[in-house]
Each structure stands twice: as structure tokens, then as C-alpha cells.
């Protein structure tokens, strides 16, 4: 499946300047982390994780951000730079660089939106069922992350049905199998 989804990015048009930018989508704990990686280094690409701007009190009003730091000076084909936020300590964080032209994945909660969907060369869902995403999630952050866990899960609920990213989504893919290691 790696070896599909990076041939369809290969031979996809740039749709935001000079570079082609593919999202990584689906609900916390789907294993977009874990594919979005992968695709990195098949296509020596950086990642720009949608968890460097949202928070657990800002799930998915962070966007703006993303954009003017992002999306705007990639779409010109100029060099990005975002503040990555620290979820540890609740504040935004060291600088980070993106440089146009090539492939960007953008990978995270909502990052294949519709304020995005022209822009994308290729989009890709990732569905995992909902006991396996909070077991992830609770293994990841302990399980006193639970409540935090359930809001964060209701809050993309919203989004996804409002949103319908699933439908529009180029490639669907399970996050029950185990990382394809090709």
C-alpha cells in the first residue's frame, strides 16, 4: 500500500505553488503519525503535524495559524516557518522551517479539511475503529488523559460529519494492520 500511495503523490500536480502537499487525515489515535512518517521518508519530506498548533483546549480552531504561517507562504512559493507548540508545557515552542516545491505532508485531525481540499495533491483517511483509537491514545498519554481523551474524540465527531473529509478523501485506509514496512 506505501509503495501505491507514493506513486500516486509522484505523479500528482503541485496544487499549492510549486509544492505538492498531501494530508494525512482521520480521527486521534487512527496511526496517521506512523503513515505520515513513512511517507516521509519514502519521498524525503518533511511533516508538519497538525499537533503543533492545536492543543487540548483548542482541538480545531488553530487553523488560521496554519495558514499564515504555512499554506500562505508555501502557496507563494516562499519559505514557511511555524511555532511549534508544546503540549507538555502549554506554550508554543521552538521555530521550525519548511522550504516550497517538493512533497509536504501535513498530517493530523482535520488536516485534509474543506478550507484546504484544492490545495491538496492527495488526501489520505485513515479509519480505525474508536476502542482501538482511545487505547492508543491512552497508552500514549496515561490514563489519566482519558477525559481529555473522550472531549477531544466528540469534539472531531463534530467536525468530521460537518466536515464530510472522509467522503472526499482520495485514498481510505485501515489503521488496524500493522505499519506496511515496504
Given at each position: 500500500m506505501l509503495a501505491?500511495?507514493?506513486?500516486?503523490?509522484?505523479?500528482?500536480?503541485?496544487r499549492l505553488g510549486s509544492t505538492r502537499l498531501v494530508a494525512v487525515d482521520g480521527p486521534g489515535?487512527?496511526?496517521?503519525?506512523?503513515?505520515?512518517?513513512?511517507?516521509?521518508?519514502e519521498l524525503d519530506a518533511p511533516v508538519v503535524p497538525t499537533d503543533s498548533f492545536a492543543a487540548w483546549d483548542n482541538t480545531l480552531n488553530w487553523w488560521p495559524r496554519l495558514e499564515t504561517q504555512v499554506l500562505e507562504p508555501l502557496g507563494r512559493n516562499m519559505l514557511a516557518r511555524y511555532q511549534r507548540?508544546?503540549?507538555?508545557?502549554r506554550a508554543l515552542a521552538e521555530w521550525h522551517e519548511v522550504t516550497p516545491g517538493g512533497v509536504v505532508v501535513l498530517e493530523g485531525v482535520s488536516s485534509a479539511r474543506a478550507a484546504v481540499r484544492t490545495r491538496l495533491s492527495l488526501s489520505i483517511w485513515i479509519d480505525t475503529p474508536r476502542p482501538l483509537r482511545l487505547a492508543r491514545g491512552?497508552?500514549?498519554?496515561?490514563?489519566s488523559a482519558q477525559p481529555l481523551w473522550e472531549q477531544w474524540m466528540a469534539d472531531e465527531d463534530t467536525h468530521f460529519a460537518a466536515d464530510?473529509?472522509?467522503?472526499h478523501a482520495d485514498i481510505t485506509i485501515s489503521?488496524?494492520?500493522?505499519?506496511?514496512?515496504?
Open positions: 501505491e500511495i507514493v506513486a500516486r503523490v509522484v505523479a500528482s500536480e503541485p489515535g487512527a496511526g496517521k503519525s506512523t503513515l505520515a512518517a513513512q511517507l516521509a521518508r507548540y508544546d503540549w507538555d508545557r491512552i497508552d500514549r498519554d496515561g490514563p464530510n473529509t472522509r467522503a489503521g488496524t494492520r500493522p505499519a506496511d514496512p515496504a
